[in-house]
């Protein structure tokens, strides 16, 4: 089965169960600031979730577009990616937990030929908060027919999904796995085993309780249904693959990668399928309006660009990765809007800026290895063929020089001493600096430090890497969390106050601008808009006025379902290259703005307080942005 067919087997199954198809939105989420990206197919339709009604019903389905940058470290193994494609569907107050399972299950077996042999699922065991899942796991056991022995019992840390923050929905998940049948590590590990012997294609979550700000669960008066299914992990499994970069999804992007870089895949995977992945997600990202800066959605992207440019340095690929690009638009332009040619300009200026940045790096490097004394070439070899030598570099540097290390390279036939070793290492802290300061991975530093017949320190680079990464965490908690958030009376304002903002704009500057992105808090608004120029004082001045002028009328907000061809027809303001549902929700304020939304809006606009606009800058090429506050 190619990919596009099981993209199309996919809706078609669930659209005969009565299900709505829906698009794929932006990876830039709209109306949920607590994250920098669409994470997961259940982002864009958060309202509805928390009981707003959906104009196509109560059941849905799509195959959404997301970026999680949770895993970077890991993207290089078999089946870890940034940029993936979900296939989701709900039941937003409609069917809850029997009949999710049974329309997962049929899918598995029914379309994609999946057997039930080779399928063990996970439950809520349950505890003092909430029951043992009784219904999941008789519906597993009792109607779908899986071995009570392969239904295992799980506590909240494996089987248990949300609030994301203190307080809000939540509930019980059953997950499904495939049994590679490789035994990787004990024959009695489970799905929760990190040994990948089980790999998840699956997870059901039943959004039953709301935990309130006390602590307690509460039944929700909406139950919701939310599935997701990793569309290139049962890709890989449909075409009885190991490595989801060998499935047809891939296929074309790694014989770019070899024509360009001269090798081939086998042997140098993880630099093949870095490359593939960052430069996959850095295409979607510039498709959906991000281009690379040093802040937010930005630094990701450059970040993922610059990643990918290193990979392919190692591979000895000087040529531009434009070739890749293209590929990728190629393959996906009819499958998600807004993947053309423009979308590669930022990319690849980008990519000649890090040029610059690389031979920084080289000469920084060289400064550092000058300081440094290297060793004969085959004592060196000698070391380097040891499982142990890390080690034994560590104690070196870590330690003064001692009797024992002597005593154990001779009995290795190693004459070099303990003072010639550490005159010929290059610390963790010198190797991470330069990870740090130029992007250089420690593959990379290795291979410079090797040429130069020196070592690297791994072992306290990984130290310094660790607790890097754990500061980055810390930082930035609740920037790349997902799931619901409270949609809160200031966030709701500020959005309302969008719709004035992005309508007063039109009127002063003209009706060619348009929003080119948004980011929406409890705090502030920060609005990009298509502008050639900076806005003068005077510009500004008139739209505060404009906004603040139909915030003293206290304009009613008013909603209304019609087909996307009359919300063309009645002057909605909204972006009509992108892939709207059949059916959309119009928001007028009244005869000021009109545009179509997703909520959350206020009822009128006399409780927004006083706008203001604190800043306007420029936010790349063609765009502005403004920074603004209700007082």
């Not at 179509?596 to 765009?623: D, M, Q, R």
Request: hydrophobic share 35%; glycine share 6%.
């Amino acid at each position: 089965m190619t990919s596009r067919e099981l993209r199309q087997k996919f809706l078609a199954f669930f659209e005969q169960y009565g299900h709505k198809i829906i698009p794929s939105a932006s990876l830039v989420p709209e109306n949920d600031p607590s994250v920098l990206f669409t994470t997961a197919g259940m982002h864009p339709l958060v309202p509805y979730l928390l009981g707003e009604k959906h104009p196509l019903g109560n059941r849905l389905c799509d195959i959404q577009r997301c970026l999680r940058m949770d895993d970077i470290e890991e993207v290089g193994d078999a089946q870890h990616l940034t940029f993936f494609e979900m296939l989701g569907y709900w039941s937003l107050g409609d069917y809850f937990k029997k009949e999710s399972i049974h329309y997962t299950f049929d899918f598995y077996t029914e379309v994609l030929g999946f057997k039930k042999d080779g399928m063990s699922v996970s439950v809520f065991a349950g505890d003092a908060d909430a029951k043992f899942d009784q219904e999941s796991f008789d519906t597993w056991k009792n109607e779908i027919g899986i071995p009570e022995e392969r239904i295992y019992k799980y506590p909240k840390k494996e089987n248990w999904w949300g609030p994301v923050g203190d307080a809000g929905p939540c509930g019980p998940c059953t997950e499904i796995f495939i049994d590679t049948g490789l035994e990787k590590c004990s024959s009695n590990c489970g799905p929760s085993c990190d040994c990948d012997k089980f790999v998840e294609i699956g997870n059901n979550v039943f959004m039953e309780f709301e935990k309130t700000i006390d602590g307690k669960f509460q039944p929700l008066k909406q139950k919701n249904v939310d599935v997701g299914l990793g569309f290139e992990r049962l890709l890989m499994f449909s075409q009885a693959k190991e490595d989801v970069f060998e499935t047809d999804l891939f296929e074309p992007i790694i014989k770019r990668i070899e024509e360009l870089s001269g090798k081939k895949y086998a042997g140098n995977h993880k630099a093949f399928r870095i490359i593939a992945d960052h430069i996959r997600a850095s295409v979607f990202l510039s498709a959906d309006g991000v281009a690379p800066s040093n802040v937010g959605q930005g630094y990701i992207l450059r970040r993922l660009i610059r990643r990918a440019i290193r990979y392919s340095w190692m591979l000895d690929v000087e040529a531009s990765l434009k070739p890749v690009m293209e590929e990728i638009i190629n393959q996906y332009q009819d499958i998600f809007h807004g993947l053309t040619e423009d979308v590669l300009t930022p990319l690849l200026e980008e990519q000649e800026k890090f040029k610059n940045t690389i031979q920084e790096g080289l000469k920084q490097a060289a400064r550092v290895f000058s300081q440094k004394k290297s060793i004969d070439h085959k004592e060196y070899a000698k070391i380097m063929q040891l499982d142990n030598r890390d080690a034994i570099l560590h104690r070196i540097h870590s330690s003064e020089p001692n009797d024992e290390i002597d005593l154990e390279l001779k009995k290795l036939n190693i004459n070099i001493t303990n003072n010639d070793m550490h005159a010929a290492y290059v610390s963790g802290q010198e190797a991470f600096n330069l990870f740090q300061s130029f992007g250089f991975p420690l593959e990379l530093i290795t291979e410079l430090a090797q040429k130069e017949n020196l070592f690297v320190g791994i072992t306290a680079f990984n130290e310094e890497m660790k607790a890097h990464q754990e500061k980055s965490r810390t930082a930035s908690a609740g920037m790349f969390k997902g799931g619901l958030t409270s949609q809160s009376d200031q966030a709701t304002k500020y959005h309302t106050a969008t719709h004035l903002l992005l309508a007063s704009l039109r009127k002063v500057l003209g009706l060619d601008v348009h929003q080119k992105g948004a980011n929406i808090n409890d705090e502030r608004i920060r609005f990009d808009f298509s502008y050639p120029e900076k806005l003068t004082l005077e510009q500004i001045k008139e739209v505060e006025d404009l906004v603040n002028d139909k915030i003293a009328k206290d304009l009613e907000v008013s909603m209304e379902e019609m087909s996307l061809e009359d919300a063309q027809a009645c002057g909605a303001v909204g972006d009509f290259a992108h892939k709207y549902a059949d059916k959309v929700k119009v928001y007028s304020i009244a005869d000021f703005s009109k545009e179509i939304c997703g909520g959350p809006h206020v009822k009128t606009t006399g409780n927004l307080g006083h706008f203001k606009i604190t800043k306007e800058e420029s936010s790349s090429a063609g765009v502005r942005r403004i920074k603004a506050i209700l007082e």
